[in-house]
């Protein structure tokens, strides 16, 4: 389990998380939401350790990892993955070595194979960034997650720029991961979509709040303005 308690962030005088408190549990697909600049990916940069609190605490194995220092931090990176929201792959490097090469700096065994071939990408395991598509470069960065063995891996707006079949692929994948090799997924996203067809929680974040924590039946039956529209524009593609 991943608990914050009490986070609050801010920049210059923009508040952006105000005295956050979420647990988020062990073999669970649970969905950060929330419009656009609300706060979802500065939330999660705080359990992998890019951004410190202002305020607050985020305990993971009875340690408070915002107040790690880097190589401590390390240690744990290697159990929670953080995939940015651009696949961030090297251009210079093929896909099979975009995936080898953190096995290496991090010195762990990892069968690059087994992972092209659970994300079905075997077939351009020799091909560069710039010469594969938007959802190929997202299941090579989905591989290089789960090749370091995490135990939870967090998925920053992985259907964003997808075209509506690769968004389904993406969140197929999603979920057979966290069945087939029990990683716990942390998926932000503002995919109604996906959020409704593999969330077991969701979590809304708004005006640095969380204005709802619970299931997909709790959103659909909530009698709250905003998140009745956050449901039906995104339904209607106005957002
Ligand atoms: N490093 C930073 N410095 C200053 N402002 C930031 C920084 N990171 C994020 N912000 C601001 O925090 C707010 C939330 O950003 P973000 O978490 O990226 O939103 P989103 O919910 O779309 O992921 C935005 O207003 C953004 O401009
Ligand atoms: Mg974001």
Request: glycine fraction near 6%.
């Amino acid at each position: 389990m991943i608990k914050i308690e009490h986070l609050s962030q801010k920049f210059n005088d923009n508040l952006v998380l105000d005295d956050i408190s979420l647990s988020i549990e062990k073999g669970k697909i649970h969905f950060i939401i929330g419009m656009s600049g609300t706060g979802k990916t500065v939330l999660v940069k705080h359990i992998v350790g890019l951004l410190k609190p202002v305020n607050g605490r985020v305990i993971f194995e009875n340690k408070d990892i915002t107040k790690l220092k880097q190589k401590e931090m390390e240690k744990t990176r290697k159990k929670i993955t953080y995939i940015f929201q651009n696949s961030t792959l090297f251009d210079n490097l093929t896909l099979y070595e975009n995936i080898k090469l953190p096995l290496i700096k991090n010195k762990l065994e990892g069968n690059v194979e087994k992972f092209l071939k659970l994300v079905n990408i075997e077939k351009y395991q020799n091909k560069y960034p710039y010469e594969i598509g938007e959802s190929i470069k997202k299941r090579t960065a989905i591989a290089r997650g789960l090749a370091m063995n995490p135990e939870y891996i967090i998925y920053d707006e992985p259907t964003t720029g997808l075209s509506y079949s690769d968004a389904r692929n993406i969140d197929s994948l999603i979920s057979n991961m966290a069945k087939e090799l029990n990683v716990t997924a942390i998926v932000i996203s503002h995919d109604l979509k996906s959020i409704f067809s593999i969330a077991d929680r969701i979590t809304m974040l708004h005006k640095g709040k969380i204005l709802l924590d619970g299931t997909i039946n709790d959103f659909k039956n909530s009698k709250d303005e905003v998140i009745q529209q956050f449901i039906n524009a995104k339904a209607e593609g106005v957002i």
